[in-house]
Structures are given as C-alpha cells and as structure tokens.
C-alpha cells in the first residue's frame, strides 16, 4: 500500500492529555501538510513541513501545538494539554512539490472528554 | 488573504441527472482542486487543474482564470456519487491548502 498513512484512526484523550498523531507520506514524498476538520465546519490548513524543515506554520494554533517531519520516519504533529475544543478530524497530505497533487490520508479522529 | 466560495451548499438531485457544482476565489491562484469526501470521511483528491478543462469518466472540471470561477460536473450522477465535494485552492499567499466549505450531494435512486 503506497497511499499517505495515519495512525491512530481514533485517538481518546482526557482533558490536560497529550496526543501525538502520526502520518506517513507517500513513497518518495517529502511535503506533508496538516489539516485539521472541527465538527461541521470545513477543513483548515495547520501546518506545511518538508523533510527535517517546518515551512508554513501559520495555520497551527501558538500554544500546545507542535508538529515535526524528522529525517527518518513519520511526521507527528503534537498536542499538549488537550482540550476538548481539539476534538476533530485531523488530516495529513503529502505531495511530490508544493506544485503538484496531494493525497490524503484517512484521517485521525480525535476525542477528548 | 483567499477566500474560496461554493455554491450550493446542499444539493439533492435524482439519479441520471446533470450535476454542476461551482466555486470562485478571491485572489490569483496556482492551482484549483476538487476533492470528494465520503460519508465514512476519508478525502480523495478528484482533479488539480490550473486551466482549461479535465475529465474523468463521468467527472469533469473546468476553470476560468479571469473570472476567478471553476465548476465540477458529473454527467449521468448515481447514488454513489453522494458525498461532499470540496473546492480548494493553492496560492494565493497560502503554502496549504485554502477550502470552500463544500457541497452537500445527495443522488436519489
């Protein structure tokens, strides 16, 4: 399977918790994008990373949110201290360029009670 | 700063039928695209198009730089054709994606 993975599916937290989402990008895909679906309202660009580089973080939340796109496996984008306004839909796309397509992964549904 | 427009927001229609969805942006733009979201919520990315016309099957998208104005069409539409289609657009000062709120498509049998 070559298509852009996520994990978890769903992710349960406890207010104050931290989640940590997880996505792989395509094979030979080296720009990841994070976006994040709160209920009925539509999707938000959060953050832009290249490999080892953050490039666009204009999206992301200043406070408990952090995201990363090490040299060597996945992208994690991180929550501290969750809330329960963080309870969403969080999706990873990669592309080959900023130029081109990109492909989504299934998303991370996050819970937080 | 862009700002992506769809209209209409919910539409019903019955199977066979002629579907046009549209969407305008605010600013210049390096890329338009359309994406399908599934009832279960996974995305698909559908067309990228910066001019011109594409087609896929029973889909095609079109775009009008001047006018600033793409439309999605979906010739012979079948229930399965049911889910939320999304506009969205590269550029415009934003490295992500900019999304209109989408469209609400319900194909009747």
């Known amino acids: 399977n070559a298509g852009v993975m996520q994990n978890p599916r769903h992710l349960v937290r406890r207010r104050g918790q931290e989640a940590r989402l997880r996505c792989s990008p395509m094979k030979g895909h080296s720009h990841v994008y994070w976006y994040r679906q709160l209920p009925e309202e539509g999707l938000k660009f959060m953050v832009y990373l290249q490999k080892e580089n953050i490039i666009d973080e204009s999206g992301m939340p200043k406070e408990r949110f952090s995201a990363e796109f090490p040299k060597e496996g996945p992208s994690i984008l991180r929550i501290q201290q969750v809330v329960r306004g963080d309870s969403a839909a969080y999706f990873c796309?990669?592309?080959?360029?900023?130029?081109?397509?990109?492909?989504f992964g299934p998303g991370t549904r996050l819970l937080v009670l | 700063k862009n700002e992506v427009e769809q209209s209409p927001q919910n539409l019903t229609a019955q199977e066979g039928e002629f579907i046009t969805i549209n969407c305008s942006y605010s600013v210049g733009i390096s890329a338009l695209h359309w994406l399908q979201q599934h009832p279960g919520g996974g995305i698909v990315s559908l067309f990228m198009?910066?001019?011109g016309k594409k087609k896929h099957g029973r889909l095609i998208a079109t775009i009008n730089i001047q006018e600033k104005h793409s439309s999605l069409h979906i010739t012979a539409s079948h229930p399965r054709d049911s889910a939320v289609y999304i506009c969205?657009?590269?550029?415009?000062?934003?490295?992500?994606?900019?999304f209109g709120k989408g469209t609400h498509l319900i194909i009747q049998p």
């Open positions: 198009l910066s001019s």
């Open positions: 796309a990669s592309s080959n360029s900023n130029q081109e397509t990109q492909y």
């Open positions: 969205a657009a590269t550029g415009g000062g934003a490295d992500g994606l900019t």
